[in-house]
């Protein structure tokens, strides 16, 4: 009987301690997620006090304040979205599409009869656009018509197609002789690009800087093919030095930190962005993201990953790439739990790059452009960039990506100047091939005139 009883009172102790232990376990993953909810919110919280302490917008409606002209004058931006409202596409898709202006536009070659047919009647069919745009180009202050205190964004990818137009028109003009009329359609065309440069949104920049690369690009088959005036090279000189905003991409970047603080409460990375029904299983990963405060966990480190590439972004630029780099090396290092920094953040610390290569081109053509007005005045190329200052340059450009001089070389005609691009190799020059398919391990960053 005692036997029997010590066994009853064994299992009745046991079943207790199968009770009390799964309880016990609640209460302290209860316990754990609630100190971990309240030390999370402290840390976000902290965080943003950081950054509005350094100067930055943290919310929707400081920047929007941030996006702003003086009242009573001119906008910019209503005659160029009255020109994108105007515009009349081309029958022929190769004026309007970059990558085929090498084939239609080839350096010192002469365009074909049913080109110039084509792009003579594009601008004849845009007359009233081309107008507007000009007129935008005389203009100080540009703001596009959006609300960012309430989230609405900067929509102005249509730019990128209008600035074809101006090109076109540049070209027309320099094929037809005109050098002064070209000048203008280029200046024009480069201050068009520009009316997005106090535009506080990453979008605003990339566009900015995809319209000045184009902007290049048309300007140095002009320089192959006509012949301007030291005034007019001097003019686009200038144009092209003030245009070199060397920490625009930071300053868009600000947006995206406003955005991030704004938006992240509710973005998970199992949602959709089309707003599409997510499965069950998704939404119980949802509700456990949020639950344990994972989604301010990973705003936390994806603001610390947005500063630090704004400040990157304001380092000398031979500097940034290996800020970059470092900044990647972190978000590889980043718990995968954390999937909407290891799946957003790794391009921003990327775009970097693409800022020194636009400043590098720009830096590139501005040099092309002194060596251009030192030869009309001496009669032959300058034995080295220096011979350039100060009549033509205040001082020697550097490459944006090793902080050296941008690299000189005299061709049999004409000449090259060239940043080292990215892999930070000097390949003597080599230029981008017109197809990538061409078997070129890697190629400098150049402005060349073969004349």
């Known amino acids: 009987m005692d036997k029997k009883q010590d066994k009853k009172g064994k299992r009745k102790k046991l079943k207790k301690l199968h009770i009390l232990i799964p309880i016990l376990f609640l209460f302290l993953t209860v316990g754990i997620i609630i100190h971990h909810r309240s030390g999370t919110k402290s840390k976000l919280h902290r965080k943003i006090e ?49 990558d085929d202006w090498v084939v239609i536009f080839p350096k010192g070659e002469v365009i074909s009869d049913t080109v110039m047919k ?39 990818i249509d730019l990128l ?55 290049v690009k048309t300007l140095e088959y002009i320089v192959n093919l006509i012949d301007f ?41 199992y949602t959709s962005i089309y707003g599409n029904e997510i499965s069950l299983p998704k939404r119980f990963l949802v509700s456990v993201y949020r639950g344990i405060e994972l989604n301010k966990s990973d ?33 590889d290092n980043t718990s995968k739990i954390h999937l909407v920094v290891k799946t957003t953040a790794p391009s921003y610390p990327q775009y970097l790059s693409r800022e020194l290569t636009n400043i590098s081109k720009l830096r590139a053509a501005q040099a092309a452009l002194a060596i251009q007005r030192y030869r009309l005045k001496i009669r032959k190329l300058p034995d080295s960039l220096s011979d350039l200052v100060p009549e033509y340059l205040d001082s020697v450009l550097s490459d944006p990506y090793d902080g050296k001089e941008l690299r000189y070389k005299k061709l049999d005609p004409g000449f090259v100047v060239y940043s080292i691009d990215k892999d930070l190799i000097d390949d003597g020059g080599m230029e981008e091939p017109k197809n990538r398919q061409q078997k070129i391990p890697h190629w400098d960053i150049t402005f060349t005139i073969k004349k």
């Open 161 to 215: 197609t209008i600035m074809r137009l101006l090109g076109v028109e540049a070209v027309l003009n320099a094929e037809n002789g005109d050098s002064e009329a070209s000048v203008k359609s280029l200046i024009c065309s480069l201050n068009v690009a520009d009316s997005l440069s106090n535009a506080p949104l990453l979008v605003g920049q990339l566009v900015r800087i995809a319209c000045l690369n184009y902007d």
């Open 229 to 269: 005036t030291d005034e007019q090279l001097a003019q686009l000189c200038d144009t092209i030095a003030d245009k070199q905003r060397l920490s625009g991409l930071s300053y868009g970047l600000t947006g995206e930190l406003c955005d991030a603080i704004s938006n992240f409460e509710n973005y998970t990375p």
């Open 118 to 156: 084509n792009a003579s009647q594009y601008l004849q069919d845009n007359q009233k656009s081309l107008g507007l745009l000009h007129k935008a180009a005389t203009l100080k202050y540009c703001r596009y018509p959006v609300d960012l205190s309430t989230g609405q964004k900067l929509s102005i």
């Open 299 to 331: 705003l936390i480190i994806y603001l610390e990953i947005l500063n630090k590439t704004i400040e990157a972004g304001k380092l000398p630029l031979e500097k940034r790439l290996e800020a970059a780099k470092k900044i990647l090396t972190e978000i």
């Open 50 to 98: 950081e950054l509005h302490a350094a100067g930055y917008p943290v919310t929707l409606k400081e920047l929007d304040e941030l996006y702003s002209i003086p009242d009573s004058v001119e906008n910019a931006a209503d005659f160029i979205l009255d020109a994108i409202y105007y515009y009349k596409d081309t029958n022929d898709p190769r004026l309007v599409n970059v």
